[in-house]
């Protein structure tokens, strides 16, 4: 149904297909709900056959500031950085399905993924009750990952300048309503908005100042981390979102072994990937995710998601040109609107997340 | 058995019931040891009601740095800080216990009570599979509960002075291992440590800074959040470790209402408690856990946690004394021998645990 391997463009007989799929999208809208009213209500319970959580490596690194004053307590030593909590939940299920990694965007930590800020059940669990074993990372450098603190505590002792600072990024809640799209302007919602508006103050509650300034930048450890995870939990498919959108396909480039499939979300397509990487990740079905309203904000927020899609777009085209299986669901295009930047929280999330399950049974699951 | 409220000293009687207790106890260990071999061999399920995560409170303040950089996309604004995350389980259980909260210690997150070092059962499960609903909170300003970056970023800018940053926490290894007793110098454990200290890297991994030093002091917002946080689940036997050891007392001082008891573990008793102050503790079921080897540690260690256990002692008999309900449970001298301070950890971590139970069983149930 949404076999879009030439993309957004062009798509004449599939605008077609893509009108009986809304039919088949408001119905699983409608199940979404019912199974939403079931969290108050009577749902069955969850059944685990484990949970719990874990990290993956970082490394043992010389700090001469772990406090800024001096104390006996806290004399220079060795502190661990770059490392990767990761929480997982495996369902007991007679039908086990590939696990799924869900990793989070800017400023958000593996919060994302849990219960919406609604209070409706996240993509965490709804995985999980679908069977699939999931894994929540948080990103090096973010929540319960923790960071190398050394350098606030020198430039409060000054031996180092404020200028070697990292620039933290704090999403505002004016820049969160503008990049998630929640509507044209402040506090006031696109009439068809998905995202649950009235629980916006919890979405604001999960948004963290994000320190990945703070790390080394080629690679960015957060990506041979999740290569390791994959291949940890024996295979999974890899999804990331906004600016962890196009991580797993940096992480399948330096290990491609535990990818089984790679799910980017409203992320940015790197450009400069060469021949040689786009061969790579040929290898892997690779599905591309963009939600509605993509340039219908005001500026400064209206140009750039229009601009992510076309290159992930191109991005499509070059892996397929290679021989990949690469494909773009771009939400309105498949008669599905109104969604924001923050899919996997949107009234409808348990609907997109059904359609990315008919994707890896279309895609990855037959190629076990 | 362990009924001590006259604290550690002069247990004449009280020692020869505590060796009854040690047999016990060993017995328990061998429990917990066998259901430990059963994580990794058919465990039975767990089997969940509901399971997710939430914010407590929080405050929007405006932001004229949300990054140091300016840029378009990031003006200044508003962002939400003293928020508190907390993940939870909810078992399906035909006898629910009271629920219970379990607040982490510096420069630790809540992955304390989730799976050990060495990959056993958690806390915040194993009461889970006792049919108590469990919460598990990050502090204010650490982890999934984010912080206020705009010092940092303003710092950076040139528009405050670096004296303004604060003074980051970091554990390094070397102190960790001294404050958390695994030894009596780096490296090298006790004969009896029970701290799984083969899996040592794997703490080091969850040991993220502390920027407790950014909150208000008065009271820090972690207090009235878990004093909340109690409310909202119903009532709760409310668990602090460490740093956290006595947030639990605090948070009753500004809402006793969600406090059916209170377990503090290897805290610091506040000596300016009032007699006000006293009378409101004394109507709540206290419990004060120690571990082994409190002085036993090379200095600068050893004098700390030796004179944090005779402040309980003191903070005990003055809730006694004020007709409450207040018990110590010093490990070594109930038999229990070698436990460090992250017991939540150590090899005998469910013996331990269900110490607690017995002791919620005879102190708080008895008064619902």
Redesign the interface.
Known sequence: MQTTRRGMRGLSLATLVLAVGATTAAAQAQEGADLDLQ?KSG?P???????????ID?K?VH?DA????PS?????????VD?M?V?F?VP?SETPQVPIILLHGCCL???TW??TPD?R??WD?YFVRKGHAVYVP?QVSR????????V??E??Q?VRP??D???????????AWG?FRFGPRFNVPFEDELFPVDAV??L??????DLNALLPANPNPTFPNLARLARRVGGAVVVGHSESGFFPAEASLINVEGFRGMILIEGVCRATLTSQEIAKLAQIPILVVFGDHLGDVDP??NA?WPTALEGCNTFIARVNAAGGDATMFYLPQMGIRGNSHMLMQDKNSLQLANLLRRWISRHVDVRQ
Chains 1, 2 share one sequence.
């Open positions: 969290a749902r319970p969850l059944v685990l056959l484990r949970q719990g959580s874990f990290f970082g043992t700090t772990p406090v800024a004053t006996p307590l806290f004399p220079p030593g060795e502190v661990t490392q909590y929480e939940m007991q930590s593996g919060k849990e219960t209070g059940m996240g669990e948080d929540a319960r990952s923790g960071f190398n603190a050394t606030f505590n430039v409060k000054g404020p200028g600072l990292p620039d933290v990024i704090m999403a505002t809640h004016e820049a990049i103050n919890h604001y509650q999960q948004m963290i100042p400064p927020y750039f």
